[in-house]
């Protein structure tokens, strides 16, 4: 069974079909890249299925194959005869970037054997030997030969340097190709870490910029050999599948930034700046693919987007050099270098250059150029600003000496003029202190003015409330001095009856009961009475009224004192009795108040003020009919440290337009004559004065709300 196996694979899989590797003892180093031969599928091959796709494998065009990208894995087959007496060589895949490498062989009976298994997807110490390369041992003995064949899978672009050759000469290529690595490394760590102290003694954002470029171009660099994975992460191989992509993206986006700042493309090229920006979202947009787990699509975009960036800034640097911007000058030297070294990488994946040593190296030896380049670019641009700066200064000087000559032959004449106009300042400061001496005269004349309003209201509603009661007292005087004379009368009849001896004690008693009915004694008595009390309550209204007066005046009102305030509002209800008509309604809703630390007769005066202008409103509104309506309303507020006096009516209310103009001084509503204006500015004064202040609340053709708060306690 295994003999007709091992006949049928020879049938279906003629071992002539691929051309050999011939390893002779002469033999040391062969890139066998023209001997091998490729397949390459839309879709995913196993290894069973190899044998039936021998007729689709095509030979190879280069001794360096570029498969370009592809979601699935291809396959490599090449034959080795081995004419010579060693048994052992290296296969030397020289590109780590590739995800899975497996290498097979043929068993005795022709099944698929799988060699070694490595790959990104693996830590890095399960390799067989420690190099970012993936290396295989081929074992074959003398004149044996074999058929192998290679799986690669890769989310980037795959290239397959292949190489077979005796280890020791595989090791020295690898040790040459390690000394420009760490050249590379050196010159990337001292540009870096100079600059970096560059940027912390100049503050030019362009060194920051530079710096960051040129370390994420190293930490690119390097992990395009394997060196990050196998000296930083060679245990996060999740993070060493995305981390190339991570660092090229950031590298450009830094050049990006410091392009921008060192050629100024905001004044020199507005347009490029743009396109710029343009490429910064692309390479954004690579992050978020990443992040999202499209990593061939993110790599595909960062290398679309890092070749337009590295044309658009050749042609950025050209455009701004020809605008004679002297510092652009090394940059374009420095990008051009770059394109050439890139260009001779790409010629060499595509077979047009032979794979060697300087070809596999040449974007990293342009990178070292161009990194120097853009060194000595930023020191140039330091030199060109600290000369503009010195020119800057020196023009300066120049022009501040001839200031300085200027201002010298101009002290004269200003001293001159300001001799003249601080003679006019003398005599405009005389007039404006004899002007406001006047205004302060006119201003006292005024509230003085107000204040004699005022006491003539107070004097008139005083007189009017007094009156009343005086005369009901004056028009009882002469009722009871008759009615006193009567009584007087009586007792002279009653003495002259009781004196008169003729008569008898019935006569008598019969005379005198005659006499008061006569006049009406019970009447008289019944009179008297309704006199004296009615001369009482007007005594007592009187004194009442008086007792208001007093309580209105407050004598100490210059003073801070602890006062009642519903008894001062009612103090000024009763100087305002008189103008209160009979169609308005007073409710009064005094709430338990404490003595407040207050101006007592400037409160009762902004009352006063307040309630006039509130009954002037209610009798324009209903012109002293009936409908009127008073509020007063005390109390404290909800933290107690307040308390409010709010008086309401429904007049005519206040319009909008005019709302913001009642506390300001002269401004009346009223007819002239009827007010001076000053009423509701002393009032608002006042209630600042005592760290109050004055709520309005008004709708035209329904009433108007005042509410006051000030404070319990005064705070000096």
């Keep these: ?290 992040i999202f787990g499209y990593h061939q699509f993110a790599f595909e975009l960062m290398q679309t987007a890092t070749s337009l960036e590295t044309i658009i800034l050749f042609i950025a640097s050209l455009y701004v050099l020809k605008k004679q911007y002297q510092p652009a000058r090394y940059f374009f030297i420095a990008w051009f270098i770059l394109l050439t070294g890139a260009l001779i990488f790409l010629l060499k994946d595509y077979g047009i250059l032979p794979y060697n040593l300087f070809t596999s190296n040449s974007f990293r030896l342009a990178s070292i150029v161009e990194m120097a380049l853009l060194s000595f670019a930023l020191a140039s641009r330091i030199n060109i600003l600290k000369r503009e700066k010195e020119i800057s200064q020196a023009n300066e000087l120049a022009t501040s000496l001839e200031n300085e000559r200027l201002i010298r032959e101009q002290n004269v004449v200003l001293e001159q003029k300001v001799v003249e106009r601080t003679s006019e300042l003398t005599e405009s400061n005389e007039s404006l202190q004899a002007t406001l001496k006047h205004l302060k005269e006119a201003q006292s004349q005024l509230v003085e003015a107000e204040k004699m309003a005022s006491l003539g209201q107070l004097t008139a509603g005083v007189a009017h409330e007094i009156n009343n009661p005086i005369n009901f007292v004056t028009s009882s005087v002469a009722p009871l001095k008759r009615d006193i004379n009567m009584i007087w009368e009586t007792l002279d009849e009653v003495e002259s009856v009781a004196l008169d001896d003729e008569l008898t004690l019935s006569e008598k008693q019969s005379r005198i009961i005659a006499y008061k009915e006569e006049i009406d004694l019970e009447y008289l008595r019944t009179e008297v009475d309704f006199l004296l009390k009615g001369m009482s309550e007007g ?127 002269f401004f009346t509503t009223k007819d002239v004559g009827e007010g001076t204006g000053l009423g509701m500015s002393i009032a608002y004064n006042t209630i600042a004065k005592h760290n109050g202040k004055i709520v309005v609340d008004s709708i035209v053709g329904e009433g108007t709300v005042f509410k006051l708060i000030i404070p319990i306690r005064q705070i000096i």
């Design 1 to 290: 069974m295994n003999l007709f196996r091992l006949i049928l694979f020879f049938i279906v899989i003629p071992i002539p079909l691929f051309s050999q590797i011939q390893l002779t003892d002469n033999f040391e180093f062969f890139e066998p890249g023209s001997d091998l031969h490729i397949l390459k599928l839309d879709r995913e091959v196993t290894p069973q299925e190899v044998p039936t796709l021998l007729k689709k494998f095509k030979p190879g065009e280069s001794p360096n194959p570029n498969l370009g990208l592809s979601k699935f894995s291809v396959w490599v087959a090449f034959k080795i005869e081995n004419l010579s007496q060693r048994t052992h060589y290296l296969l030397d895949i020289a590109y780590p970037l590739l995800d899975e490498v497996e290498l097979y062989d043929l068993d005795k009976e022709g099944n698929f054997r799988s060699l070694a298994h490595f790959g990104s997807f693996k830590n890095f110490k399960e390799r067989t030997y420690q190099s970012p390369n993936y290396i295989f041992d081929l074992n074959l003995k003398p004149t044996e030969s074999k058929q192998y064949f290679l799986r690669v899978k890769s989310s980037e672009q795959i290239i397959l340097p292949i190489a077979v050759g005796k280890p020791d000469v595989v090791w020295e290529n690898l040790w040459k190709e390690n000394i420009l690595l760490g050249l590379f490394l050196g010159v990337v760590l001292i540009m870096a870490i100079y600059n970096f102290f560059l940027f912390l003694s100049v503050r030019d954002l362009a060194y920051l910029y530079y710096v960051l470029y040129i370390s994420f171009l190293g930490l690119t660099q390097l992990g395009i050999v394997g060196f990050n994975f196998q000296f930083l992460w060679p245990t996060m191989p999740g993070w060493e599948s995305v981390s190339i992509v991570i660092f090229a993206c950031s590298s450009s986006i830094a050049v990006l930034f410091f392009s921008n700042q060192f050629l100024n493309l905001k004044k020199n090229a507005p347009t490029i700046r743009k396109m710029l920006l343009a490429l910064l979202v692309l390479f954004l947009a690579s992050f978020l693919l990443l």
């Design 539 to 665: 005594a007592n209204r009187t004194a009442e009224i008086v007792k208001s007066l007093r309580i209105f005046s407050r004598v100490d009102e210059d003073t801070l004192k602890f006062a009642d305030i519903n008894e001062g509002l009612e103090s000024t209800m009763v100087i305002l009795n008189s103008l209160i008509q009979q169609g308005i309604d007073v409710d009064k809703n005094y709430g338990e108040l404490p003595a407040i630390e207050c101006y007592a007769g400037k409160l009762n005066q902004v009352f006063l003020n307040i309630l006039t202008n509130a009954i002037y409103a209610i009798n324009k509104k209903f012109q002293n009919n009936p409908g009127g309506i008073l509020k007063l309303e005390t109390g404290l507020t909800e933290d107690e440290s307040f308390m409010y006096i709010s008086i309401a009516d429904n007049g005519i209310g206040i319009p909008s337009e005019i709302r913001e103009k009642i506390f300001e001084p």
